[in-house]
């Protein structure tokens, strides 16, 4: 699939050199642009495909009180986007429109991502777009102006390796869990240089949004781009949005999305398997997102690990994390609750968290927010009576951003709180300064919510919805 | 771009895996909007404890390793976010060169884009060369893009692997983007033939 997507696109062939390859679709977000548009302005170049090229803004936005931006230097960086986008036609879902989110939630929401399109963002977490079939990945700053300006990129082919998700999922574990596990096992650098692919049967029953949190976590195994071939999943999921082919022309695009799928028999760089069947929910203990266990593990004692450079790093990250080796992972308490981002703050994920809220309270001792991952999905959830759910478990609920996946934003950790977080990155500080990071599914979220504590949610106590 | 063709520099070790762009460059710095001005952040709160203090044991703190434009670190140098503040405060720092035994691809490519070459060496020869920088105070490193060669004067010679359009960007310091736009008639057709209907 990944041969087939690259060669409709490869403009040039590079022998010796990299290949020009065509850009589809170009998202853009408030922090990786402005120094690109200003490259633009100082070489008097123009954005080529301005119908190409898609903006929003994210990782900056308040989720309360979201108008209004307190620090100037955030504030001028979501001003300096609408001027640039303004000044150089680009469309921008701006924070007046139900549509601006995670720009990652927002592409395939409205229908942008297509399978067999490359996709960039000056985001390493492009690689969401992989699930819908589309070679998706994330670049610099540099590339994003030599997109803006050229609508290509200059490209080395990169390998391919197969992931097979072998088996079946058991109650209680989700897409999370997969990638999270698959991480664990294989470590944060074994997709290095990588195109993956993920195949089996565990992979095709998944939603296309449980695919798109597979996908979203390729980089954290250090793959280039994450793919999984379209099928009638993704062509439900695409029809009738308002990017997507319409009428005759969606059953015609679908003729052609199937074709891109991989052929029997196609030889990959790399193959690995991955084993569901066995999976439990999964947490991380450290400060890397291959850091992670079991609920139902203990965190690892450093000197138990076979190289010098995993013992060192282990013993920093328990250090960081402040744990003690050999704790079982159900006897660590929580501050802190973040449910969103990229990974899990779409529709689906917050229904799921809900399901575990519902009847509960969240404890005293936690602060719990849920962020939508864009108004749209703020707005089918309210729909849904699921704000309610959690404002009445005690969860804040909030307007559409990045939030605390970054803390770029008045959402950040105090130093030495502890955070059950839906996010992908437990690395030092990336929920702010001193705040300790461990990496869940938004069901295993929502019930250290309630415990205070990580609790393993295959065995919780669900209450059905209460009947008027 | 400014060109990378030789480079006589003292080496300053970071001995971690995993080095991620968090780590390289907090997200508080990324509000900027210009592409200068990162150096006195990189590494931020490995520098400074919370109350601003310098924190004395990290080597870039050290007496001995300020002014390094060589920077020693284990794998995966560069994991995490693709955002490309990370060599530009590398860059603004002082540091020219990176020595580790992997790097995360979005980084290793950004390097590039700025004018510092990241050298991939063997897990044997990095650790080699933190033993040689941690005995020798003041150790420095030729770097030779040329020759792809890294000698210490003291006979150390390790022959270095690098692609060689990487090597020839860096060594003139070409603008990519004007690279792209000499094809600019091959995209035009391209954009041509697919708005006919050809297929994607």
Redesign the interface.
Known sequence: MFEKIWNNHVIVAGEEKPSILYIDLHLVHEVTSPQAFEGLRLTGRKVRRPDLTFATMDHNVPTKDRFNISDPISKQQVDTLTENCREFGVKLYDLNTIDQGVVHVMGPELGLTHPGKTIVCGDSHTSTHGAFGALAFGIGTSEVEHVLATQCLQQSKAKTMVIRFNGKRKPGITAKDMILGLIAKYGTDFGTGYVMEYTGEAIRSLTMEERMTVCNMSIEAGARAGLIAPDETTFEYLRGREYAPQGAAFDAAVEQWKALCTDDGAEFDSVLDFDVDSLIPQVTWGTSPGMGTGITSSVPVPENLPTENERKAAANALEYMDLKPGTPMTDIEIDYVFIGSCTNGRIEDLRAAASVARGHKVSPRVTAIVVPGSGRVKIQAEKEGLDKVFTEAGFEWRDAGCSMCLAMNPDVLKPGQRCASTSNRNFEGRQGRGGRTHLVSPEMAAAAAVQGRFVDVRTWDFKSEVKA | MEPFVKLNGLVAPV????V?T??II???F??????SGFGQFLFF?WRWD?QGNVIPEFNLNKPRYQGASVLLS???FG??????HA?WAIMDYGFRCIIAP?????FY??CF??GILPIKLSEEQVDDLFNRTNATEGYKLNVDLENKTITDGEGLNIPFEL???RRQFLLQGLD??G???Q?EA??TA??AK?AAGA??
């Open positions: 001995d971690r895996v995993n991620d968090d780590a907090p997200k508080q990324l509000k900027r909007i210009e592409r709160e919370e284990r794998a995966n994991c995490g976010s693709s955002r490309e060599p992997s790097f995360a691809d979005i490519n950004n884009k700025n692609d060689e359009h990519d983007i690279l792209t736009l094809h091959a995209i391209y954009e697919r297929t994607a």
